[in-house]
């Protein structure tokens, strides 16, 4: 009969061989191409195999290779989407985490983890200036922006014993796929979504929000949230959010900040989030502008038992037996996660080993870079800015060429990968600096890879 247990002998030579293939990977990164040069055909042929009857062993590792020569490397030229670079010392948190294998779902399951996990949140908090908000991490800022307005409907126009009826959901029309499905999965509607022009910076247009919120209230409709933008995620505007507290509160709406690309910038630049104290609820990437490793989202909310109300719906099988304010604490009644992983363990040790002043400068660099970058287009007559640079994405467009087909051109290449984006009706070519490798000799490379591959297409 075969067994699952391992030797301890054996789990140290596997474990010394993963280490030192991660330690290569880190070492090899600046070598390898800003994005893998690979086909759908070819992964298949490799990956796509059948679960073997008898195990492989130590030979399993000889597919690390593979994977990685085949996968979105975290070097400090890739500038597509918003991804973070997966600093090390977080990832061997991870590691670790997974070791111990720690069910963080109450400190019942698992007292240090728990309590970890609310003095990391504690500290995002006080890091985006929003001291005493609670909250709990999640898979990443679709989840954290769910469970936000979970609490919204649940605060304002209560579904769980009854069902949803309808409420009006305004944002504006810059806002992240995620929101428009997260109204959906929890039956609000996708018609019951007020889409808000934005005004030239890409901010949403106050004055039209308020006549959209008097219009739905003359129809008789229940407006119910205003969602704002902490970074939109194709030029990282920041919506003004002074302004929108204002109007939630005069409205008696609650306010959700999707802050999951840039919110975590109010680290180096507090100045871009006036008002960020005054919202409702709140959700953070840490695997963005943390450059923590996938996954680790976060959702911050002010009033705990909003959340409680939400979330709380358990079975005698997870009753907790004491009225100890700490040793009763679950984070699914809080949340909508019943079993979850330890994430709070690789930003407990990251965090904790560079110290707050190593990411408010990773931060503040990357804002530079995209600086630097507006200003290397803006030098050169071939190329165009297509929209103001906010954080640090920066939308751009060679003026003479067909811009997609230089962007196909410029990752094959493979020195720079940059994303695409839609600015009006321009096709841009996007450039987002979320990670703690890249240089100012990165940012530079780009207008000239740029240059490169325009003059190698047809006229």
Not at 226 to 255: F, H, M, N, Q
Request: aromatic share 8%; hydrophobic share 45%.
């Amino acid at each position: 009969m075969q067994s699952l247990n391992v030797s301890n002998e054996e789990l140290s030579r596997l474990g010394q061989e993963a280490l030192q293939q991660a330690l290569s990977y880190w070492a090899t990164l600046d070598e390898r191409p800003s994005y893998p040069a690979t086909t759908g055909e070819e992964t298949e042929r490799l990956f796509s195999r059948p679960w073997s009857e008898q195990g492989i062993g130590r030979a399993v590792f000889d597919d690390f290779a593979a994977i990685a020569d085949r996968g979105r490397p975290s070097t400090g030229r890739f500038f597509g989407y918003v991804v973070g670079s997966g600093e090390p010392v977080g990832a061997l948190g991870d590691l670790l985490a997974s070791a111990l294998n720690q069910n963080t779902t109450s400190w019942r399951s698992a007292p240090a983890a728990a309590t970890v996990e609310k003095a990391v949140t504690g500290w995002l908090a006080d890091a985006v200036g929003c001291p005493g908000f609670r909250g709990s991490l999640c898979g990443g800022g679709s989840a954290a922006n769910l469970m936000a307005l979970a609490m919204a409907r649940e605060s304002r126009l209560p579904a769980n014993e009854t069902g949803a009826r309808p409420g009006i959901v305004y944002a504006s029309e810059e806002i992240h796929m995620s929101i428009p499905k997260a109204i959906a999965l929890l039956g609000i509607g996708r018609d019951n979504l007020r889409l808000i022009p934005v005004d030239g910076d890409h901010r949403i247009r106050v004055h039209a929000l308020d006549a959209a919120i008097s219009a739905d209230r003359a129809a008789r409709r229940a407006p119910m949230a205003i969602v704002a933008s902490a970074g939109t995620v194709k030029i990282g505007a920041v919506d003004p959010l002074d302004e929108l507290a204002d109007l939630a509160e005069r409205e008696d709406l609650w306010l959700h900040v999707d802050g999951a690309y840039g919110g975590l910038a109010a680290l180096a630049a507090p100045e871009k989030f006036r008002g960020l104290d005054r919202v409702d609820s709140l959700s953070l990437d840490t695997h963005k502008w943390l450059y923590q490793p996938l996954d680790c989202g976060c959702v911050l909310y002010r009033d705990r038992e909003v959340a409680r109300k939400t979330f709380t719906h358990s079975g005698d099988y997870v009753r907790i037996l004491t009225d100890d304010p700490v040793e009763s604490f679950a984070f699914f009644e809080e949340s909508m996660e019943l079993s979850r992983r330890f994430r709070g363990l690789k930003l407990w040790m990251s965090l904790q080993y560079h110290g707050r002043a190593a990411f408010r400068d990773a931060v503040r660099r990357d804002l530079e870079h995209a600086q630097l970058l507006a200003e290397l287009v803006t030098a050169r007559p071939e190329l165009e800015l297509l929209a103001p640079v906010s954080l640090s994405a920066v939308c751009f467009r060679h003026r003479s060429k067909d811009n997609a087909a230089l962007l196909k051109r410029l990752v094959a290449r493979g020195r720079v990968y940059l994303s695409n984006a839609t600015i009006g009706d321009q096709f841009a070519l996007r450039v987002c600096f979320v990670n703690h490798r890249t240089t100012h000799a990165d940012v530079r490379l780009i207008v000239e890879e740029v240059i490169a591959a325009a003059d190698e297409l047809d006229p």
